[in-house]
C-alpha cells in the first residue's frame, strides 16, 4: 500500500511569515498533485508536478517535486489569512493514472 | 461552465436505511471518482466509472455499496443499510479522459453523511 506522509499536520503562523510543508513516501510517483480544501467543500487542485526535481511557483506558493520523487514540498511566501486551509497532496502511481493516494493533509492558519 | 455538482451536501440517515448520493460531472467529462474522507483520514478511493461501466471499483467495501453511471443522468453512489462507520465526506470528481493521459480530476464541494 503506498502512503503519502504530510508534515506537520497542523500549522499557525502569523500574517507575513513564511512555511514550508511536507509530503512524504517511500514510494515513486509518476506526479504529484497538490490540493486545498476549505471547510466544507472539495479539494481544488493548486498543481500537478511531474519531473524529478521540478519547481513549479504559483504567485507566492513554490512547489518542488524530489528528485527520486517520492516526495515533494510547498513554500509559501508572506502568507496571509487567505492562505488558511487544508493542504493535501495526492499521488498517482503511474499503474493506473487514475487512483489518486492522498495524504492527511496539513491543517494551515494564518492569523492577521 | 459548471463544475461538478454533487447532492444532496448533507445527509443525515438512521441505521439501516439506504443512502443515495448524486455526482453530476463537469460539462463534457465522461469518468467519475468516488472517494470516502472519514474522520482523521485522507481521502480514500472507492470506484471509477465510465458512462454505464465500472472500471474500478478495488476501493469500494464488497458489501452494501455500489455505483452507477448511467448513459444518462448523474453517476449515484448508493450505500444500503447503512451504518454509524459509514458517516464520512463522499466526494466525486471528474476528468475529460481517463488513463493514459495526465488528466486533472476536478472534485465537487462533497456529501457529508451522518449516520445516526
Known amino acids: 500500500t503506498q502512503l503519502l506522509e504530510q508534515s506537520p499536520q497542523f500549522l499557525s503562523i502569523q500574517e507575513g511569515e513564511n512555511l514550508t510543508v511536507y509530503c512524504n513516501s517511500s514510494?515513486?510517483?509518476?506526479?504529484l498533485q497538490w490540493y486545498r480544501q476549505e471547510p466544507g467543500e472539495g479539494p481544488v487542485l493548486l498543481v500537478t508536478?511531474?519531473?524529478?526535481?521540478e519547481v513549479k511557483k504559483l504567485k507566492r506558493l513554490t512547489f518542488q517535486f524530489g528528485d527520486a520523487r517520492k516526495d515533494s514540498s510547498l513554500h509559501i511566501t508572506a502568507a496571509q489569512p487567505g492562505d488558511t486551509g487544508l493542504y493535501l497532496c495526492?499521488?498517482?502511481?503511474?499503474?493506473?493514472?487514475?487512483?489518486?493516494?492522498f495524504g492527511k493533509g496539513t491543517l494551515l492558519t494564518v492569523n492577521p | 461552465n459548471a463544475g461538478v455538482m454533487q447532492n444532496p451536501r448533507h445527509l443525515v440517515r438512521r441505521r439501516g436505511q439506504e443512502a443515495r448520493l448524486r455526482c453530476s460531472p463537469m460539462?463534457?467529462?465522461?469518468?467519475v471518482y468516488w472517494y470516502r474522507q472519514l474522520p482523521e483520514e485522507g481521502l480514500k478511493f472507492m470506484v471509477y466509472l465510465q458512462k454505464e461501466n465500472i472500471i474500478d471499483e478495488s476501493g469500494m467495501p464488497k458489501e452494501r455499496f455500489s455505483a452507477e453511471f448511467p448513459k444518462e443522468g448523474p453517476s449515484i453512489l448508493r450505500i444500503q443499510q447503512v451504518v454509524r462507520g459509514d458517516s464520512a465526506a463522499y466526494f466525486c470528481?471528474?476528468?475529460?479522459?481517463?488513463?493514459?493521459?495526465?488528466?486533472?480530476?476536478?472534485f465537487g464541494p462533497g456529501t457529508r453523511l451522518l449516520v445516526l
Open positions: 514510494s515513486v510517483f509518476s506526479s
Open positions: 470528481a471528474s476528468s475529460f479522459s481517463g488513463p493514459g493521459r495526465q488528466e486533472t480530476q476536478y
Open positions: 508536478v511531474v519531473t524529478g526535481g
Open positions: 495526492a499521488g498517482d502511481s503511474g499503474g493506473s493514472n487514475y487512483k489518486l493516494t
Open positions: 460539462k463534457g467529462h465522461s469518468h
